[in-house]
């Protein structure tokens, strides 16, 4: 299977400011990583994802990484917005078994 | 845009009842799947089909049935609900494996 760890589950950050989320997984065979955004009573939303073919990927304010080799990924927020303020989840998708598995998620809320 | 519908949006049941959760999408997505996320947690995947007339067990199956009449519909069933099935529940789709998911707006189960 697939374990997913996503830290810190709540994150505070002052409008303007950066937010970064990091998740880690276990199965080398996770080769795909995208991130969701839920806002209360909706359901989560693609906002960016990652594959295993690159490290970087830029859009819209979104900034995903990943490092293979520490199994590890991550989700920057530039220039936060109060309408940032959500649930986001990163999840991985492994190969061997067709699922993707989610983390528990990270409550972010941009202060004005 | 992937159109995902779930009914009931919301539903209250009793211990020991039977529920049926239904799921219906218009895009010709051959993949289908049925999560659960308890507040302020990530989502558990349930079970989850390939095609029609085939369902597969995802990470916490028990006490949970499904049915996957035809590509568009996808069904949860709780035979006997227990209170610890009260979550809600989402639906998504996705038209191939390691791609984005897209989801319907969810239900609210409440089992008492």
């Known amino acids: 299977g697939e374990q997913v760890e996503q830290l810190p589950s709540i994150l505070r950050v002052q409008e303007g400011s950066s937010a970064s989320i990091n998740c880690t997984y276990e199965?080398?065979?996770?080769?795909?990583f995208p991130w969701y955004k839920q806002e209360p009573g909706e359901n989560p939303k693609l906002i960016i994802d990652?594959?295993?073919?690159?490290e970087r990927k830029q859009t819209q304010g979104l900034i995903v990484l990943l490092d293979k080799k520490a199994k590890r990924f991550s989700l920057h927020i530039t220039d936060t917005q109060p309408g940032d303020s959500a649930m986001y989840f990163c999840?991985?998708?492994?190969?061997?078994?067709?699922?993707?598995?989610f983390g528990d998620g990270t409550v972010l809320t941009v202060k004005p | 845009e992937a159109a995902v519908t779930q009914s009931p949006r919301s539903k209250v049941a009793v211990t020991g009842g039977k529920v049926t959760l239904s799921c219906h999408q218009t895009?010709?997505?051959?993949?289908m799947y049925w999560y659960r996320q308890d507040t302020g947690h990530g989502l558990r995947l349930i079970h989850y089909?390939?095609?029609?007339?085939?369902?597969e067990k995802g990470d916490i199956p028990d006490g949970y049935k499904a049915s996957r009449p035809s590509q568009e519909n996808f069904s949860l069933i709780l035979e006997l609900a227990s209170l610890s099935q009260t979550a809600v529940y989402f639906c998504?789709?996705?038209?191939?494996?390691?791609?984005?998911?897209?989801f319907g707006p969810g239900t609210r189960l409440t089992v008492l």
């Open positions: 999840a991985a998708y492994n190969t061997n078994t067709g699922k993707l598995t």
């Open positions: 199965n080398s065979a996770s080769n795909y």
């Open positions: 998504a789709s996705t038209p191939g494996l390691g791609g984005e998911q897209y």
């Open positions: 990652i594959r295993s073919n690159m």
């Open positions: 895009n010709n997505h051959d993949y």
């Open positions: 089909s390939y095609v029609a007339d085939s369902t």
